[in-house]
């Protein structure tokens, strides 16, 4: 028998001012771990390999949260000495520490053959498929960690697929999957406070962690991008290194008074852009053909939580998820947001 919420609402009688739960989303109090379970209920049969997976990554983001509030007090903001990551970047002591917390907190899953980390050259090969490695998750530990230090939003990006059998090793040709393959795909964003966003391809579900009991908690299903948003978020200061057909896009967003929002953080730009609408481009530009960020552990699963909320995502006039990885740390560029904002840039795209 079912609880008799018409005993909560009468509490919202009695104190109409206040909603006495505010845990409570919608009537129930969900939580990320009791969500993952039911969703696995959809799936007669399910091993419970998936809800092992992402209660990992839940345990790693919760740490990493931790890690990212008390940076400053604990003093490991900053360069993680002269380290650059294998693109070359300058890496942050954070980065490493996230990517360890990640590792850590995934290697100890029996049913994760490989993993994939911005911070590593190579992937990390657990098991293979025969001693039961099923699913590589990849991932950007800490996105946009260089805003660390100013306290600007920063976050984890990640990406689950399945290993086919074919595969035995999880090395690097196992998982050069098209985004299109991923069996889930989200993102944690350490801001004013953490928010865990997540699809496994029915619709995209928000989480906040609640600190004061350790718990992600639900507070939006089935989140839609917002339509008919005039926000546009990219670098402006690469106008000039531009292709001609992204700078016309621009003039005309200026002609049809559109605003203008940049964090420079691709999580938290992503993040308004799925719940405020708009769109978020990171195009070539004549020092980088691709642009900058990666296919695989930054495209992917942003591509996914997009359209999964009912926007697109492309890149050169094509589906981001259609696109065949060739190398681990491909970059691509990247054009994602509502329809009807991705429509109109694509207008302007030269084929
Ligand atoms: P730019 C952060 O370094 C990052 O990888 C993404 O989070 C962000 O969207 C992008 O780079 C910002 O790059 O060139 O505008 O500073």
Redo the contacts with the bound molecule.
């Keep these: 028998m079912p609880y008799d919420l018409s005993r909560y609402r009468g509490l919202q009688n009695i104190m109409p001012d206040t909603n006495p739960i505010p845990e409570l989303a919608g009537d129930n109090l969900t939580s990320l771990q009791s969500h993952i379970l039911a969703e696995e209920r959809r799936y007669p049969g399910a091993t419970g390999d998936f809800s092992w997976i992402l209660s990992a990554i839940a345990l790693a983001t919760k740490t990493i949260a931790n890690k990212v509030r008390r940076a400053r007090i604990d003093d490991v903001l900053g360069d993680f000495g002269d380290n650059r990551n294998v693109h070359e970047?300058q890496q942050q002591k954070l980065d490493v520490i996230a990517n360890e917390i990640i590792k850590a907190c995934l290697g100890a899953r029996a049913n994760i053959g490989a993993l994939v980390s911005e911070e590593d050259e190579e992937p990390t090969v657990l098991r293979t498929h025969a001693d039961g490695g099923r699913y590589a998750v990849l991932f950007?530990p800490l996105?946009?960690?260089?805003?660390l230090d100013f306290s600007v939003g920063?976050?984890t990006i990640f990406s689950i697929i399945r290993l086919e059998d074919g595969h035995a090793t999880g090395g690097e040709q196992a998982v050069l999957r098209k985004g299109a393959r991923q069996v889930a795909a989200g993102y944690v964003l350490y801001g004013s406070s953490t928010v865990f966003v997540l699809t496994t391809g029915n619709g995209v579900d928000m989480f906040v962690l609640d600190q004061s009991i350790g718990a992600y908690v639900l507070v939006k299903s089935k989140l839609k991008i917002p339509d008919g948003t005039k926000i546009y978020s990219?670098?402006e200061?690469?106008t000039q290194r531009f292709p001609q057909d992204i700078r016309e896009y621009l003039a005309w967003a200026h002609e049809t008074n559109y605003t203008s929002r940049?964090?420079?953080?691709?999580?938290?730009?992503?993040h308004r852009t799925l719940l405020k609408g708009g769109v978020?481009l990171?195009p070539p530009t004549n020092d980088r053909a691709e642009g900058?960020?990666?296919l695989l552990y930054?495209a992917n699963p942003m591509a996914m939580v997009i359209e999964e909320a009912g926007g697109r995502a492309i890149a050169r006039g094509r589906r981001i998820l259609d696109i065949v990885p060739e190398s681990l740390h491909q970059r691509t560029p990247v054009i994602l947001g509502g329809a009807e904002e991705v429509d109109h840039v694509e207008r302007f795209l030269n084929p």
Excluded: H, P, Q, T
């Design positions: 970047e950007d996105d946009g960690s260089s805003n920063v976050g990219i670098n200061a690469y940049y964090i420079g953080s691709m999580v938290a730009d992503v978020f990171y900058k960020l990666r930054e």
